[in-house]
């Protein structure tokens, strides 16, 4: 089975602290996304990234920066935290795609983030 | 631009009862259409998929259609349980550097009593 995992599942964390989440993989996918969860709006994808070293902005990556220095490991980083980015964060991660080819997107359990 | 809309929620149901959950898309092109659930406490899985117009994704009781003429991929089931008690999103695919980027739609809450 396919296992995406989350360092935490809940963080508490002050305004003003830097903030970084885990996510790793351990099916060798190439694909790897950040997406953020808040009631009435979905998920929002946050960044994703293609390859080691690559990255692409998503639709909301304001405040946000990731790395990936290594193929299995995702990891998203609040530079400083604020209130407004208090959610649920969700790691997935997918097969490298090709034409139209769907390769299905397997999420971890989550990160509920507060920021006091 | 790709949006996905869906059935405001909470949805409460008895069990047994027949389920219909809209989703509604708007898209350049051909995506390809998902329904994800999330059980309480959980990540998302992949419920069902549909890659072209006309085709129907099924599993675990559950099926949707893809409907080009009217931009719709709404999930139903027949008799529903206690167990299928989640929340259901919509989604749609964009192809971005080889990459299958997803846009969801706002996700439907279901509650099933007994």
């Known amino acids: 089975d396919v296992k995406v995992t989350q360092s935490s599942r809940y963080l508490v964390k002050r305004t003003g602290e830097k903030v970084f989440l885990e996510c790793v993989q351990d099916?060798?996918?190439?694909?790897m996304f950040w997406y953020r969860q808040d009631p009435g709006l979905g998920l929002r994808l946050i960044y994703f990234s293609y390859d080691v070293k690559m990255k692409e902005k998503g639709d909301i990556p304001e405040g946000y920066s990731v790395s990936r220095e290594k193929k299995e490991r995702f990891s998203l980083i609040l530079e400083s935290a604020s209130t407004n980015q208090t959610s649920m964060y969700l790691c997935?991660?997918?097969?490298?795609?090709?034409?139209?080819?769907?390769?299905?997107?397997?999420f971890g359990p989550g990160t509920r983030l507060t920021v006091l | 631009g790709n949006s996905v809309t869906q059935m405001e929620g909470p949805v409460t149901l008895s069990e047994e009862a027949f389920l219909t959950i809209n989703c509604t898309y708007t898209a350049t092109g051909y995506p390809s259409l998902f329904w994800y659930v999330q059980y309480p406490g959980e990540g998302l899985q992949l419920l069902l998929k549909?890659?072209?117009?006309?085709d129907k994704g099924s599993n675990k009781g559950f099926e949707a259609t893809y409907r080009k003429e009217t931009t719709s991929f709404h999930l139903e089931k027949g008799s529903v349980q206690v167990s299928d008690s989640a929340v259901y999103f919509c989604a749609l695919s964009r192809i971005i550097q080889g990459a299958q980027k997803l846009v969801f739609g706002q996700g439907t809450r279901l509650t099933i009593n007994p």
């Open positions: 549909a890659t072209k117009a006309d």
């Open positions: 997935a991660s997918s097969l490298r795609g090709s034409g139209r080819a769907v390769n299905t997107q397997y």
């Open positions: 099916m060798d996918h190439e694909n």
